[in-house]
């Protein structure tokens, strides 16, 4: 979700020959990223031998394809532009009260886009929070903001941070001698910023595009909450309301090329870019904004943080308060966390020892071999939730019996969708440190074993836990995959949230989202601090 | 020594799987029912009976699709709906019920078979903001919202299922061509769709829509839960297939481990405490002879129930997807 395309420039050397823990380690590194490659294969299989290709007109695909393209690109392109002024105002700036401003604008990544989608709901129409405002001042009420544009304004607002977190680290290490040599040649501030300090963000701007079109390509609760029909509303749709499920299954299959594709293309325009500081660079200089400059800064800033993180809690509150004053029951939802929070914990765990062998082998053994354990993980971070929910079902009722509808099967689910996160940042940290120090490490006489326990797995520690709270956040977090995995009576905070939206019982739901906020603000803390406060 | 993070992997794996044990232990209940509504009831199973239950939630279709996924391996015991179509679909699972189960429903709210029975019925209604429209100006059958005067105005729920058992209703009550032509003439009035019922519900009360398709009760859960409402319902009556009655209703697999457990639950379903849930509580129509709905609502006798056969209904639940596929609803 954050920064975990290595961006930027690594040690002379990363690769080692001899380091620990050994060249085998790739078999460990393979059976990790496994599972990532289970659904694409289940779902083509059972397309092909269930006959189900014919089950989808072609139109109708036509129809998604053009509707959730659409929004994607939208939503990149809206997420990139503002992401990209927002983390040059709060680091590249004099503006006042930037670091608060960074850390606040990055908050909103602790709210499903459901949660963001049903608040929107209620912050609008007739009876809106919104509405009510307006109409202090005599105005209309606003109206609900329903199909494209809904879905376009709440997956933007919350696909913002993904770019801003991952734009700042690297803005804040850019050369400034480039940027005031261009100056000190003449350039007035725009053409610097175009010639000079955009091509530097090339790289993390198309690796946040990626983030965010990904985002927005598996999205399923805000669009289908504001009822915009993309591939993963109408699957779930099919699944829902079908004895037939092979409709489901094909749009699945040509959802998963779709976001493939999306990976494929970033791939290309990325490039091997790598950048580099002059050792003797001195801290850059803020630049001096004008008064308008602040004043819109400011503005553009706190509308954000209105939108994303104020409006939400400001709804579910007066909701919570309404329902509460109304004497309704909240309903049990301390059972639910425990269970969110349980599942979180182990898929975060097991995530986090799984992206050692990972990176280990990405990192230290290139190899054809590395590199495409290295795609293939990537590739499973790709795959849209609800299409790995309905091949863990499909899978597992057909070759594996015992596992249906088990929590490590769930557990499974989330491990191969999210392991990319952990190893990813296991991979940036490990990129940073020297194979010297491994090296040293085993001509000392330790075994090496021992150097990966006491050298290795020391040095990668803070980008594993980085890496564990990052999937710990977005397992809190995933809706669709629950939806179709989770076992018998085992309801999380999520699914939760979601049942009691479909059947109107806004204080319940109100309730859980609360919770679920509070819950993931511990591990947001530890994601902010790292990529923001270094 | 080497092997150790692996191997602590594959114990983590294998441990967490073991949780999902087998065998005669729990009453499982796939309910297609919501949690939010009958949770509670199954609480009061339990605290009555000493059976322990694990309840597997979702949609009616879902689950009975789940179910024949599974066949006859899968471990529910109990298979709860919320209309008579997911009921159907999955009747081939299903055991013969007890006759003086079955007598305590209507004839008319249980399968031909006596596989599944009705436990509580709703209705489908057309709910209206009186403020957008007149009431002289009501439709008397849910047909004449083909007319375009509706146009932009009518809310509806496609995905939903107690939609599309309405629209596989219409089709058995009228036939295929006029349940498309009135599909289509429904499309072209553009209406506005929504997830669900309940939102349905909010927005029409909000006068953001002026009426919209939806089961009766939604309403007077809203009443219960703002202290009252703007909008009203409109029952289609004169065995209009709008006004289909269509139960909720439970059966029994035969593959379950827990066949008393399960019969218990069933007659639990139709004892007059449940009944008074039904109707007090979830304010749906309690379906046990004798017992009597909310004052609030009409009486299930007056309201002209449609006479069509509930248990062919579920051959016909993907014809209906198609059908609102084909006119560009879904």
Known sequence: ??????????????????????????????????????????????????????????????????????????????????????????????????????????????????????????ATGARGILSEVTG???????????????????????????VHLTVVPVLRRLDPALEDAARGLGAPRWRVFRTVTLPQLRPPLAAAGLLVALYAVSDFGAVS?????????AIYAQYQGRLDRRPAMTLAVVLIVVALTVLWMERRTRGRAAYHRSKTSRPRTPVALTRGGRVGGTALLALLVVAGLGLPIAVIGSWLARGVGLGLEIG?????????????????????????????????????????????????????????????????????????QSLALLIVGYVAMFLPQAAGSAQSVLLQVSPQLEEASLSLGRSRWRTLTAITIPLMARGLAVGAALVFLTVMKELPATLLLRPTGYETLAVRIWSTTAEGFYTRASAAALLLLTVSALPLYLLISRDLHD | MRSKVAAALVIALVATGCGASESDGPLVIYSGRSEE???????????????????????????AATLLAEGSSTDADVFFAQDPASLGAVDDLLRRLPQDLLDRVPEAFRDIEGRWLGVSG????????????????????????????????????????????????????????????????IAANQPIDFPGNSPIVEAVDAGDVSLGLVNHYYLLRLQEERGGSVARNHFFSDGDIGGLVM???????????????????????????????????????????????????????????????LSELAGLLDRATDLVTEAGLL
């Open chain 1, 1 to 122: 979700m954050t920064a975990t395309v290595p961006i930027l420039a690594p040690p002379p050397r990363t690769t080692s020959r001899q380091g620990p823990p050994g060249r085998w380690w790739w078999v460990v590194a393979l059976l990790a990223v496994l599972p990532g490659l289970l659904p694409p294969v289940v779902l083509v299989a059972q397309v092909v031998t269930g006959g189900a290709v014919r089950t989808v007109p072609i139109s109708r695909l036509l129809e998604l394809l053009w509707q959730t393209g659409g929004l994607v690109w939208a939503v990149t392109l809206a997420a990139g532009l503002v992401g990209l002024a927002t983390a040059w105002l709060t680091t590249a700036t004099d503006l006042q009260g930037r670091r608060i401003w960074s850390t606040l604008v990055t908050l909103p990544l602790v709210i499903p886009s459901y949660v963001g989608a049903l608040t929107l709901l209620g």
């Open chain 1, 136 to 162: 202090w001042f005599g105005w209309g009420p606003i109206p609900t903001p329903i199909g494209f544009f809904g879905a376009f304004v709440v997956l933007t607002v919350y696909s913002i941070p993904l």
């Open chain 1, 225 to 233: 909450l504001l009822r915009y029909d993309t591939f993963t509303r």
């Open chain 1, 332 to 404: 049990s939802i301390w059972s639910e966390a425990a269970r969110s929070v349980t599942v979180s914990v182990i898929s975060a765990t097991i995530a986090a020892l799984a992206a050692i062998p990972v990176a280990i082998t990405t990192v230290r053994y290139r190899s054809r071999i590395s590199s495409s354990i290295d795609t293939a993980m990537w590739s499973s971070y790709a795959l849209p939730h609800i299409t790995v929910g309905l091949a863990l079902v499909a899978f597992s009722l057909a070759y594996a019996r015992s596992w249906y």
């Open chain 2, 37 to 63: 509504l009958v949770a509670p009831l199954i609480d009061r199973f339990t605290e009555k009976t000493g059976v322990a239950v694990e309840v597997r939630y979702g949609d009616s279709t879902e689950l």
């Open chain 2, 122 to 185: 709703r209705v489908r209604v057309m709910i209206y903001n009186p403020a957008l429209v007149d009431d002289s100006d009501l439709p008397g059958s849910v047909f004449d919202l083909a007319d375009p005067k509706w146009a932009g105005q009518i809310a509806i729920a496609p995905t939903n299922g107690s939609f599309q058992a309405f629209v596989a209703a219409m089709i058995l009550s009228s036939g295929e061509d006029k349940t498309l032509a009135w599909l289509q003439a």
């Open chain 2, 247 to 309: 139960p909720a209703g439970a059966g029994i697999l035969t593959g379950t481990n827990v066949p008393d457990g399960a019969r218990q639950f069933l007659e639990f379903l139709l004892s007059p405490e449940s009944q008074k849930y039904f109707s007090e509580t979830t304010f749906e129509y309690p379906l046990l002879e004798g017992s009597e709905a909310s004052a609030e609502l009409p009486p299930l006798s007056s309201l002209t129930a449609p006479t069509i056969d």
